[in-house]
């Protein structure tokens, strides 16, 4: 059984441009949520999906923006890139939305130069 | 809104000896807490959770934690390092909806 799958695992982009990542979520789970962990530092929460609608947002700007599809899948777009945005993206999935048990994938290192 | 607190950034111990990652949690009720565990290019995972039903809670690898609400803690041990348990360990909150609050990380290293 594959778990949370994420691509690309590196890339890198120039300020000013946008960059999508992609999510596929644990088989099973219809529940995925995206944070960014910065350098040195404790993931934060961006938002999570859930029937390919965005239940919960953390702080941060519009720039963020993402969608769910009907297999559960997900994607995570980021426009307008800052330097400030180079951080390792995770997706995480789960099949309980009030459970707290996520299920992380490896990552998506972006950096912005 | 839901703040945790890590209050070692490195924790260095032998292999064989005690090990102890120290948490505080702000929060205006009883909280879901959870720790994390980071391994280097590899996904987070979860040790244990504490949901009120214990106050001490048992997790994977031999590491378990205690609720105490007196001092608003959530300290995880564990009696005996492995080399394998070298990695990067999260407290964690969760606010409504499986938003869940990092801390800033504790690294632990084992030595041989």
């Known amino acids: 059984d594959a778990g949370v799958t994420q691509s690309p695992t590196h890339l890198i982009k120039t300020r000013g441009q946008q960059v999508t990542l992609r999510c596929s979520p644990k088989s099973g789970h219809d529940t995925v949520s995206w944070y960014q962990q910065a350098l040195g530092q404790g993931p934060q929460f961006i938002f999570q999906y859930y029937e390919e609608e965005e239940r919960q947002r953390g702080n941060f700007p519009d720039r963020f923006s993402g969608h769910q599809f009907p297999n559960y899948s997900s994607e995570l777009n980021v426009n307008a890139l800052l330097l400030g945005d180079s951080a390792l993206y995770l997706c995480a999935s789960s099949l309980d939305r009030n459970t707290g048990e996520l299920f992380f994938g490896e990552g998506s290192r972006l950096t912005v130069l | 809104a839901q703040s945790v607190t890590q209050l070692d950034s490195h924790v260095s111990v032998s292999e064989g000896t005690p090990v102890l990652l120290r948490c505080n949690y702000s929060s205006s009720y009883s909280p879901s807490l959870f720790w994390y565990v980071q391994h280097p290019n590899k996904g987070l995972q979860l040790l244990l959770k504490y949901t009120s039903a214990a106050t001490l809670v048992k997790g994977i690898n031999g590491f378990e934690a205690e609720f105490k609400k007196s001092e608003t803690s959530f300290h995880l041990t564990k009696p005996s390092a492995h080399m394998s348990d070298a990695a990067e360990y999260f407290c964690?909150?969760?606010?409504?909806?499986?938003?869940?609050?990092f801390g800033a990380g504790t690294i632990l290293r084992v030595k041989s």
């Open positions: 964690v909150a969760m606010e409504y909806g499986n938003k869940l609050v």
